[in-house]
């Protein structure tokens, strides 16, 4: 039996709501203004009920084509070189992020003392498939975020403190897989999926519809 709308996590069907958009804005069955209305009101959305009405009336399902491109355009990036072995982050009574097309190191060793890290890798280059992240958080935090398709796996010991992952397990198997290793004391290890923003969606809804031999409707 298939797992309804209403039984599926609200950012999985809002996910399937804006690729559903975007497919019938890229074939031309919907407006350019009805289009960004309604991708407006999908990210506005806060039930499940409100969500789907938004796609009730479409016509085309998401397909290879579809789902290809949007893979090529915010996929993992993946690197040909051979990257480092151990990095370090460490803060104390500080902070520092990581981000940008960074190449991400075989492990990455956290340490956050009265302070906080933040790594993102939704621009990362990956030479592994698997990524080992040790940490060490005493009366503090430590952030990470990724892109979809990245599972990620916490091994973390907590005292007075905790782990908040919420994309553990989400993505198909075969992808980028992320183990996160280590003690957190009276702080936090926190793990979300940073989506692609409204404007990048707007793009790479034009993109769609030049891929399908339309021009841009703006």
């Known amino acids: 039996m298939p797992v309804t709308y209403r039984d599926k996590p609200i950012e999985l069907l809002r996910e399937e709501v804006i690729d559903q958009l975007i497919m019938n804005y890229g074939h031309g069955e919907i407006s350019l203004e009805a ?3 309604r991708l407006d009101e999908a990210y506005e959305a806060t039930d499940h009920l409100a969500l789907h009405a938004l796609r009730q009336d479409l016509r085309l399902e998401v397909d290879k084509a579809y789902t290809l491109k949007k893979r090529e355009q915010f996929g993992i990036q993946y690197s ?5 072995k ?6 104390i009574m500080g902070s520092s992020r990581r981000g940008g097309g960074w190449k991400v190191p075989e492990e990455l060793r956290a340490i956050t003392i009265m302070g906080g890290g933040e790594v993102d890798f ?14 060490f958080c005493l009366m503090g935090n430590f952030d990470i975020e990724v892109p979809e398709g990245v599972n ?6 907590s005292i007075m ?19 996160i290793e280590g003690l957190v ?8 999926v940073k989506r692609p923003r409204r404007d990048s969606w707007r793009s790479f809804a034009d993109d769609v519809r030049r891929y399908f031999g339309l021009s841009s409707s703006r």
């Open 86 to 91: 151990m990095d370090w982050m460490v803060d």
């Open 122 to 135: 939704s621009d990362a280059r990956f030479s592994k498939q698997e990524l080992r992240i040790r940490v």
């Open 35 to 37: 289009f960004e209305r």
């Open 80 to 84: 040909d070189n051979a990257s480092e």
């Open 161 to 179: 403190g905790g782990v908040e992952n919420k994309c553990a397990g989400t993505s198909s198997q075969g992808g980028v897989r992320i183990v």
């Open 185 to 192: 004391v009276m702080g936090g290890v926190f793990v979300k």
């Open 152 to 157: 990620v796996y916490s091994k973390v010991v």
